[in-house]
């Protein structure tokens, strides 16, 4: 027979046979130790008369997992409150490139703009036109965006220019 009790700091229930009675143990939930106690007799049978001051009779049910502790209806269990949202236990590795280019029906695509090309009139367009062609890729099937520093020749100067850019990789 199982002796059911809670622990009495973390209220965690317990289920020990009662042949423990007595002994200490370890709460698995808190790690305090707790004296296992004697066990209670138990309700006593429909239809028989029982004295005053005689010992009630035990019910020993057919199913003995009916009286186990998985068994029982009622659940005291308490959910830790977190003030922040706590990690995840398990981190999911990314999936490869190669496997996200078969499992889509889009292919991949890269978009290079470069800086020089986004001034117009002497207006610097450069983060309106990467917005504009972010937007329209979509946020989810953006892959990476890499950004890019890179010389060229000016044609006009004969001079080798330094100059930025951006290199976005898509799914489209």
Do not use: W
């Not at 046979?17 to 007799?41: F, M």
């Not at 991949?108 to 367009?125: A, M, N, P, S």
Request: glycine share 6%; net charge negative; proline share 7%.
């Amino acid at each position: 027979m199982d002796v059911i009790f809670n622990c009495p700091k973390c209220e965690q229930e317990l289920a020990v046979d009662s042949t423990g009675a007595g002994t200490e143990i370890n709460c698995p939930a808190c790690g305090e130790t707790i004296v296992i106690p004697a066990p209670e007799l138990v309700a006593t049978r429909a239809g028989v008369d029982t004295d005053g001051g005689a010992p009630r009779v035990e019910v020993h049910p057919v199913n003995p997992i009916a009286s186990s502790a998985a068994a029982r209806v009622e659940m005291h269990l308490r959910v830790p409150d977190r003030k922040t949202p706590s990690e995840p236990l398990i981190a999911k590795p990314l999936v490869p490139l190669e496997a996200v280019a078969k499992g889509s029906d889009k292919k991949i695509r890269v978009k290079t703009i470069k800086h020089t090309d986004c001034i117009e009139v002497g207006h610097d367009k450069f983060d309106e036109i990467v917005t504009n062609c972010l937007v329209k890729i979509g946020e989810s099937n953006i892959i990476s965006i890499t950004t890019l520093v890179y010389t060229h020749l000016d044609i006009g100067t004969q001079k080798l220019m330094t100059d930025y850019g951006v290199m976005i990789v898509y799914r489209g």
